[in-house]
């Protein structure tokens, strides 16, 4: 049996990731359980676990915070990251670890490659760029999935606060496109990773297939979950954080190199929805 070391699983990709994993040897912590800044900490439980796969759900994702908190960013999602990737080799644990299509500057008008040029343009990108460099230079096993514009039932995220904010009408930007993706299909799909494992390590993209605006996607969960709010485009909405105009991200080389078929927002959606009603 594989044994499974998750950290950051109290967190929206953690949870959903445990749940799906329910199966395996699992060892599960939550940021209190092991704070991934202290070296010592992960040296100790990867020393004593002897995992077989460690799964990164840990991360600094305050976007508009990490503006003014760049040194906190960069310990979680960078420093952290090198150390884990040390240990990780050290051990022959296989890491798997997430990262954004916020590393993209989002000037591109057709889907972003995973060779493309990066070049974040907020401070949460440009951390999570650096633990991406990180892992790939020290070169264990590893997986690194860019992910995006992630939500789930349950955990901090746009679908739920649509979902549950008292407010009657949402202006929603409608000048940034990216492809909304749902972490239990994320789950769905480490769970394969694990399972066939083709060990061609690397960066690749996973999301749900299609791209739409922050504001059509509102208007769909609206309509989905029938609130009946009234949801207005705007071309602005003064964040703290510049965040990319579009930031789709091609998923083809990981459909065929894992030989796996993502679902797309609209499936994705549907499920998200079918669970947080239920
Ligand atoms: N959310 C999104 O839209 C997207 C996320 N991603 C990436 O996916 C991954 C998972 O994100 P998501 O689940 O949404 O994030 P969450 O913010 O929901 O979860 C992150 C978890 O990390 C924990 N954490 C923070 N600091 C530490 C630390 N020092 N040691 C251990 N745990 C820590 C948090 O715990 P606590 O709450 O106690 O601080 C939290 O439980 C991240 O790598 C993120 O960058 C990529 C693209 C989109
Ligand atoms: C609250 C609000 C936000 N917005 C906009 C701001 C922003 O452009 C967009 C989404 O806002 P959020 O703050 O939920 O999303 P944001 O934190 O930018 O989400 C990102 O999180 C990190 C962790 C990632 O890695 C990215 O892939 C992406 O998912 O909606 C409005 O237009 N109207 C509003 O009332």
Redesign the pocket.
């Known amino acids: 049996m594989k044994k499974i070391l998750i950290?950051?699983?109290?967190?929206?990709?953690?949870t959903a990731i445990a749940a799906e994993l329910i199966d395996y040897t699992l060892f599960v912590f939550?940021?209190?359980e092991?704070?991934?800044?202290c070296s010592f900490q992960l040296d100790q439980k990867i020393k004593n676990i002897q995992p077989d796969y460690i799964i990164?759900?840990?991360?600094?994702?305050a976007v508009d915070l990490a503006e003014s908190e760049q040194e906190k960013a960069f310990k979680?999602?960078a420093i952290?990251v090198q150390k884990m990737a040390q240990i990780a080799k050290q051990y022959n644990a296989t890491l798997i670890?997430?990262?954004?299509?916020y590393v993209f500057n989002g000037e591109a008008t057709v889907s972003y490659l995973t060779d493309q040029k990066t070049d974040p343009i907020n401070v949460y990108g440009a951390s999570?760029l650096a633990g991406e460099k990180a892992i790939t230079q020290i070169d264990g096993k590893h997986y690194i999935f860019r992910?995006?514009?992630?939500?789930a039932p349950h955990?901090?995220?746009f679908f739920r606060w649509v979902a549950e904010t008292d407010m009657k009408e949402l202006n929603i930007v409608d000048s940034q496109t990216g492809s909304p993706t749902s972490?239990l299909d994320v789950a769905t799909f480490i769970k394969e990773v694990i399972e066939n494992d083709p060990a061609t390590y690397g960066i690749y993209n996973f999301t749900n297939q299609g791209e739409m605006t922050w504001y059509a996607f509102a208007k769909a969960i609206n309509q989905k979950l029938g609130l009946s709010k009234m949801i207005q485009p705007v071309a602005e909405f003064k964040t703290a954080a510049k965040r990319p105009f579009y930031s789709v991200m091609n998923c083809e080389k990981t459909e065929r190199v894992f030989d796996y078929q993502i679902p797309s927002i609209e499936k994705g959606l549907h499920e998200v929805v079918r669970r947080f009603k239920s």
């Open positions: 950290t950051g699983a109290n967190g929206m990709l953690g939550s940021s209190k092991l704070d991934i800044t990164n759900c840990a991360a600094y994702t979680i999602n952290a670890h997430f990262s954004t299509d999570k992910i995006s514009w992630l939500y955990g901090k995220n972490a």
